[in-house]
Nanobody, 118 residues
């Protein structure tokens, strides 16, 4: 099992920016798709962004134009650049490694809190 180590969460004001990092113990993102999820208390965990092994990206509608997912050239670290943050972005953010076939999330990060104050 590959470990996914998250960092970069914190408290920011509305309109501010944060960059989340997810560092793997190996170059897992050359093999697996990387995803970011978030979960607010009492709510369903929701998919935020995806980047494939080939570099294709996809975003949830509520972050499109504000968030950017990327990875380093070695495929060991993925990032979520979050700009123009809103209070509704407040949640615990999780990175995950997705095996595309058979489709299954094989590794989860432990999560990091993002709090956006109004």
């Amino acid at each position: 099992q590959v470990q996914l180590m998250q960092s970069g969460g914190g408290l920011v004001q509305t309109g501010g920016s944060l960059r989340l990092s997810c560092a793997a113990s190996t170059n897992i993102f050359t093999t697996y798709t990387a995803q970011w999820y978030r979960q607010a208390p009492g709510l369903q965990r929701e998919l935020v962004a995806t980047i494939t092994t080939a570099g294709g990206t996809d975003y949830a509608s509520f972050v499109k134009g504000r968030f950017t997912i990327a990875k380093d050239s070695a495929g060991t670290t993925v990032y979520l650049q979050m700009n123009n943050l809103k209070p509704d972005d407040t949640a615990v953010y999780y990175c995950a490694a997705l095996r595309e076939w058979p489709e299954e999330i094989v590794d989860w990060g432990r999560g990091t809190q993002v709090t956006v104050s109004s």
